[in-house]
């Protein structure tokens, strides 16, 4: 499957790993030139290369957004339509600057992003795990609930199928959140963020959820 | 409402009211996912008034339908003294 991965640092850059080596064609972004990123994807071997994020987002069937949140507003909303999104970003006011929508509760966080790309299939995941975690932790041979859980969520139940296939390919689990408007269970400060669990323990975190 | 009936509603299949009492509510039975679990303990709330993700903090409650069953019958009216007055 051809992948686009904007965000080429701890999230963006491990999932390039875990999919290149898993046997998809990845295309990276930053936010720079993609000469920026010639090492990386020469180290990450033929399957991989630089691109703009606007290329990566024509590029993937999935793209991934692993990128600082209050960056979303510079994505251009065109090449991401019809692909199937990916959000690995979580809101940090410190880092994102204060977004009203979001502290108030009115959006999830990627309910914000899905405003910004309305013709993309957009969906949740990666957003609770450590990327030393994300790099490390996978056990493709190992049988489902011997797998670390990653929740998801998505208002397309056909994304969050190739999603969960591709959780499964690199050797986690997925566990349905639920749709775009129930992803505030998985955002910070909630119990399955950061949780080491297996996925029937995620299923009870994220029914704990309280906001 | 006892918690098979609110369990065979959540799930829209009469026939899961008569379960047996010891089938796990997540893997290796029914396979609850999070969605369900989250209706299923709102409903729980709603028809018992207890909260079990409140009150049990681990959700060993969650195991099996019998284990659910005994914890909120354990709870029942103790969680919310509005709604045990009216049972006693
Ligand atoms: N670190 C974790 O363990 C972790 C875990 C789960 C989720 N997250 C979330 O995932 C996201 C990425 O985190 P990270 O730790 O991977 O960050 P990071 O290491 O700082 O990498 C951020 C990447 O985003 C790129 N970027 C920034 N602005 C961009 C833009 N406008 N367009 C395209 N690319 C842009 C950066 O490119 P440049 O080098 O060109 O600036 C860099 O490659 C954040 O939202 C974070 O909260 C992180």
Redesign the pocket.
Known sequence: MRIGI?????????LATLFTRSGHEVAL????DPR??AGQVAALGPRAHAA??AEAAAFGEVVV?????G??A??PPEPFAGRIVVD?????PA??GRIAELDSGALTSTGLLARHLPDARVTKA?????????RDLGRPDAPAADRRAIPIAGDDAAAKAVLTDLIDQIGFTAVDTGLLVDSWRQQ?DTPVYGAEVSADQATVLIAQARR | MSVPEILARVLGDPAAAALPAGTPLLSGGLGLDSVTVVRLLAEVRAESGVDVADLDLDLDALATIASLTAFVEAHRGTARPDRGLGRS
């Open positions: 904007v965000g080429a640092g701890n999230i963006g850059g491990t972004a930053n936010s720079r920026t990123l703009t994020a957004l692993a990128i600082p949140l960056a979303y510079d994505l690995a970003n979580n809101y940090y880092r994102d990666f957003n609770t795990i450590h990327w030393e975690h994300l910070p």
